[in-house]
């Protein structure tokens, strides 16, 4: 990639950075309401690895590799930089490069689908690798996804088939739109939307709908079959149980915040949430 074309993809300097400050609207609920709020943020925080997953492969693990070096330092980047040997415009182009990755969940943007690299050169972030072994460890493995990539086609967001980047097609890199599109029609046959769902193209040319849920079983489904046949004989396979750990933690805290609802119906609506990400119902979402 040209320089003039790299710099298209540059993380933004300064990135826009907006203070949340919440202490006082907090401090102004009763204690119901407190609790109420407090469950409903850690239900969506729980699901941020989710997030990160379905922006590209290597998100998680740059996610974990920022947070880590934050926690290696106590906060004090400074510090930090120091001990790695970076000067100050380094340093600040490494956090302006952590926050616009945290703002937008993932290393492409919310807003455009294109990835964006750090500013400072390659051999800085790995100085601050080095100071940390866990840090390290996680570095080792999104190092080389975390600069430009290697075809133009996948600095963007797209179908694998064209050469993007996606995280809803799992080990299918050979799936193509028109696979894609039929499945989609055929779900919505079902009446069973895609919304909670990736797709994974198999070895033997059959699909699978990955769901998200906190079970495998789940008692509460959408549709009572779980396999069917299409028209060109391939088979088509539910899978539920996709992201499990993190439905299950949102569930956790939406049926605690479900205790503190204010009336009846906020109560009924966090029931149904509850069954959406447990038992991976997009119905009752």
């Not at 290393?107 to 689908?113: C, E, H, L, M």
């Not at 996948?154 to 039929?182: A, C, F, N, W």
């Amino acid at each position: 990639m040209d320089e003039t074309t790299r710099k298209q993809y540059l993380a933004d300097d300064p990135p826009t950075v907006v203070p949340l400050a919440i202490k006082k609207p907090f401090e102004a609920l009763n204690d119901r309401e407190k609790k109420y709020a407090h469950y409903l943020s850690r239900a969506a925080w729980s699901g941020t690895r989710v997030n990160l997953r379905q922006v590209s492969p290597e998100s998680e693990g740059i996610y974990d590799f920022v947070v880590t070096l934050q926690r290696s330092c106590g906060g004090d980047w400074k510090q930090l930089a120091s001990k790695a040997g970076l000067s100050d415009e380094d340093l600040e182009h490494f956090l302006s490069y952590a926050a616009q990755f945290i703002g937008n969940a993932g290393n492409y943007k919310s807003f455009g689908d294109s990835k964006f690299v750090p500013r400072l050169p390659a051999d800085k972030v790995a100085a601050l690798a080095s100071t940390s072994p866990e840090a390290q460890g996680f570095y080792n493995r999104i190092k080389d996804d975390l600069y430009e990539s290697s075809s133009i086609a996948r600095m963007h967001l797209g179908y694998p088939k064209e050469g993007h980047v996606s995280t809803y097609y799992p080990d299918s890199p050979d799936i193509t739109q028109d696979e894609i599109e039929t499945v989609a029609r055929f779900l919505t046959d079902q009446q069973l939307m895609p919304e909670n769902t990736r797709l994974r193209k198999t070895k033997s040319g059959d699909y699978e709908v990955l769901i998200a849920s906190a079970v495998t079983k789940p008692e509460n489904r959408d549709t009572d079959k779980t396999e069917w046949t299409l028209e060109n004989g391939k088979k088509l396979r539910l899978v539920y149980g996709d992201h499990q750990i993190e439905m299950g933690k949102i569930a956790i805290n939406i049926a605690e915040a479900k205790k503190y609802a204010l009336n009846d119906e906020e109560s009924k609506m966090h029931g149904e949430y509850h069954k959406s990400f447990h038992d991976g119902s997009m119905l009752s979402h």
